[in-house]
């Protein structure tokens, strides 16, 4: 493992008894220091990859390292926190559950006023967590997964259900929490992730699809035009010199060019104008996140941890109709 690696996985394949192939060769680098989010439909194997980080989960084949040790090794445990589906007891207040989480960690009492006030849960410490909100639990979740102060923190989903003003305190208390640790975002939320990661890995079917910046992954910025009749607007775009791609979609033309300048837009505009269309809009923009993850996962709604193979269905075969799909 690369010494500036905190998590470093290749090959790694994860099988759940003869049906069920949850990870199939996943490949993944995630540098000490980074803010990392990993997208991927219900199903594509990101619970499965976290879980194997914890070392709850052991890996069929493959390698896999965290913080330069084995998954699940006791040095590497004691500077990994993590936040999942976690458990309190309801009739204890939020002080005391992490009280009682630090006292099972070996992790001094003195550590639970830090991650309260981390997260904005001082004031309501000392209530019971029957009554917390659920945008609370989560903080508290947030706030037992940093009591080992962790060089590598695991968020699994932290704003799922919750309000867009509890996304939005969710965003800003993970953006404080990066740059000193290696975080591991898992999310559903595209702006959560391309606002908060440095780098992102897309899996589906239990692969790693595309990897980079946000930006890498959304490519060039594109033309956007809105004109009328918009049919052939994009009849007449598509004839352009160097259109690569012309996309239409609810009115508005999309076009990928090489080179796109201002002086290109407005050469553009100019030729749809003169060709008699009404042009009532033009801008540059990149691919939204989230179209470029619809893309890559083909529109699924499950992946790998759905794959079942038919008993005696040969293995070459179950991965054709699974690269098919």
Same mark, same amino acid.
């Given at each position: 493992?690369?010494?500036?690696?905190?998590?470093?996985?290749?090959?790694?394949?994860?099988?759940?008894?003869?049906?069920?192939?949850?990870?199939?060769?996943?490949?993944?680098?995630?540098?000490?220091?980074?803010?990392?989010?990993?997208?991927?439909?219900?199903?594509?194997?990101?619970?499965?990859?976290?879980?194997?980080?914890?070392?709850?989960?052991?890996?069929?084949?493959?390698?896999?390292?965290?913080?330069?040790?084995?998954?699940?090794?006791?040095?590497?445990?004691?500077?990994?926190?993590?936040?999942?589906?976690?458990?309190?007891?309801?009739?204890?207040?939020?002080?005391?559950?992490?009280?009682?989480?630090?006292?099972?960690?070996?992790?001094?009492?003195?550590?639970?006023?830090?991650?309260?006030?981390?997260?904005?849960?001082?004031?309501?410490?000392?209530?019971?967590?029957?009554?917390?909100?659920? #945008?609370?639990?989560?903080?508290? /979740?947030?706030?037992?997964? +940093?009591?080992?102060?962790? @060089? &590598? $923190?695991?968020?699994? *989903? %932290?704003?799922?259900?919750?309000?867009?003003?509890?996304?939005?305190?969710?965003?800003?208390?993970?953006?404080?929490?990066?740059?000193?640790?290696?975080?591991?975002?898992?999310?559903?939320?595209?702006?959560?992730?391309?606002?908060?990661?440095?780098?992102?890995?897309?899996?589906?079917? #239990?692969?790693?699809?595309?990897? /980079?910046?946000?930006?890498? +992954?959304?490519?060039?910025? @594109? &033309? $956007?035009?809105?004109? *009328? %009749?918009?049919?052939?607007?994009?009849?007449?775009?598509?004839?352009?010199?160097?259109?690569?791609?012309?996309?239409?979609?609810?009115?508005?033309?999309?076009?990928?060019?090489?080179?796109?300048?201002?002086?290109?837009?407005?050469?553009?505009?100019?030729?749809?104008?003169?060709?008699?269309?009404?042009?009532?809009?033009?801008?540059?923009?990149?691919?939204?996140?989230?179209?470029?993850? &619809?893309?890559?996962?083909?529109?699924?709604?499950?992946?790998?941890?759905?794959?079942?193979?038919?008993?005696?269905?040969?293995?070459?075969?179950?991965?054709?109709?699974?690269?098919?799909?």
């Amino acid at each position: 493992m690369a010494a500036d690696l905190a998590v470093e996985a290749r090959g790694v394949v994860k099988r759940f008894g003869a049906d069920v192939l949850a990870l199939d060769g996943l490949d993944l680098r995630i540098h000490e220091g980074e803010t990392y989010g990993l997208l991927g439909p219900n199903g594509a194997g990101k619970t499965t990859t976290l879980r194997m980080l914890l070392g709850l989960v052991r890996a069929s084949s493959g390698l896999i390292t965290v913080l330069g040790r084995r998954p699940g090794d006791p040095v590497a445990l004691r500077q990994t926190g993590a936040m999942g589906e976690t458990a309190f007891y309801a009739f204890l207040s939020g002080r005391d559950n992490l009280r009682a989480i630090a006292r099972r960690a070996d992790v001094a009492d003195s550590r639970v006023e830090v991650v309260l006030s981390q997260v904005g849960l001082t004031e309501r410490a000392g209530d019971a967590v029957a009554g917390y909100s659920y #945008g609370m639990h989560q903080r508290l /979740g947030v706030a037992a997964a +940093l009591l080992k102060d962790p @060089r &590598l $923190l695991i968020l699994d *989903e %932290p704003s799922n259900g919750l309000d867009p003003a509890g996304q939005l305190d969710m965003r800003r208390l993970i953006a404080g929490l990066g740059g000193t640790r290696t975080i591991v975002l898992s999310s559903h939320d595209m702006d959560e992730v391309e606002q908060l990661c440095g780098r992102v890995g897309i899996i589906s079917g #239990g692969r790693m699809l595309a990897e /980079g910046t946000p930006e890498q +992954l959304r490519g060039a910025a @594109r &033309l $956007l035009v809105r004109a *009328e %009749p918009a049919d052939r607007a994009a009849a007449l775009a598509a004839t352009l010199a160097g259109a690569e791609h012309v996309g239409l979609h609810d009115g508005t033309l999309a076009l990928a060019l090489p080179d796109l300048t201002p002086a290109r837009a407005a050469a553009v505009t100019r030729q749809l104008v003169g060709a008699g269309l009404e042009v009532s809009e033009v801008r540059t923009a990149r691919r939204p996140l989230r179209e470029i993850f &619809l893309e890559l996962t083909g529109r699924r709604t499950g992946g790998a941890d759905s794959v079942r193979r038919r008993a005696g269905r040969p293995k070459h075969r179950a991965q054709a109709a699974r690269k098919g799909r």
